[in-house]
């Protein structure tokens, strides 16, 4: 644990995957440290995702550090503790200067205290902390943008692997796409539903996208139920009109998590 959670602090990158009701589910996330446990502070933009989140979850570092392109990923499953923070009094501490520090545009949104009323909204957060971490492995790291994680049960728990494939591009003349563990071991799916996702982000972090690909897996082979992006080695920072339309869309969308989780508590 001691290893990962170091790993974990030092990242500026990670992910974090559970099972929901509908199927498997990840999403990059910025890695923080709560006085020794490993946590994320969602926005609430993401409360339809926050909402599906069970008590375990596996937490994982796959992409490699700049100082350490051969550095393995690791991933930790464990019982996680989701605690709703919608006016950011709890993110608001040494969290929100973690974050501001691995994010500019927290950075930007909350740097200041001035910035932190003024865009109050992304203050208000889903903090998920790693209570204790059942099992740790290590994974081939994300090396290319064509890499991906793949998510599905496994003993009634999330499991992470590496995956890649030769094409990812979905058509309708080919339903399934071959798949291959990026450490070598057989993928053996059963039929099971299963996410891959994988995420890139522009140097300034303002567009930090994810791709996925979900559906059912036999042997080594994706059956594509449904797909939304790609893989971009190189996403290109906005220009000044889509930097404002983002900050725009993110605001609606982190004030209208906010109001709705103000709303049921008054229920």
């Known amino acids: 644990m001691q290893d990962f959670h170091d790993l974990w602090r030092r990242s500026t990158v990670a992910e974090l995957s559970w099972l929901s009701p509908g199927g498997p589910c ?33 937490l994982s570092v796959t992409v490699p550090g700049v100082a350490d392109p051969d550095r393995p990923g690791q991933v930790a499953v464990g019982p996680v503790e989701v605690r709703l923070d919608p006016r950011g009094k709890l993110f608001g501490g040494e969290l929100v ?14 740097g200041s205290l001035m910035a932190r009323n003024e865009n109050w909204w992304w203050m208000g957060r889903a903090l998920v902390f790693l209570s204790e971490a059942e099992s740790v492995h290590t994974v081939r790291p994300r090396s290319s ?110 004030t209208a998590g906010v109001a709705e989780l103000e709303r049921r508590e008054r229920l």
Do not use: M
Request: proline share 11%.
């Open 26 to 58: 990840g999403i990059p996330v910025v890695p923080l440290d709560d006085g020794g446990r490993p946590c994320a502070a969602l926005p609430l933009s993401l409360l339809p995702e926050i909402d599906s989140l069970p008590g375990r979850a596996a």
């Open 97 to 110: 200067e973690q974050e501001a520090h691995k994010h500019p545009p927290t950075r930007l949104r909350a």
């Open 145 to 254: 943008a064509d890499h991906a994680l793949l998510v599905r049960e496994e003993h009634g728990a999330p499991a992470v692997r590496v995956v890649s494939s030769p094409d990812w591009s979905v058509r309708t003349d080919r339903p399934s796409l071959p798949l291959a563990d990026a450490g070598g071991t057989a993928l053996e799916g059963r039929g099971e539903k299963v996410l891959v996702f994988g995420h890139q982000a522009s140097p300034d972090f303002e567009r930090w996208e994810r791709w996925t690909r979900e559906g059912t897996l036999t042997g080594q082979d994706l059956v594509v139920a449904g797909a939304e992006g790609g893989p971009d080695p190189s996403p290109r920072p906005f220009g000044l009109l889509e930097r404002l339309r983002n900050h725009r869309e993110v605001e609606r969308a982190c």
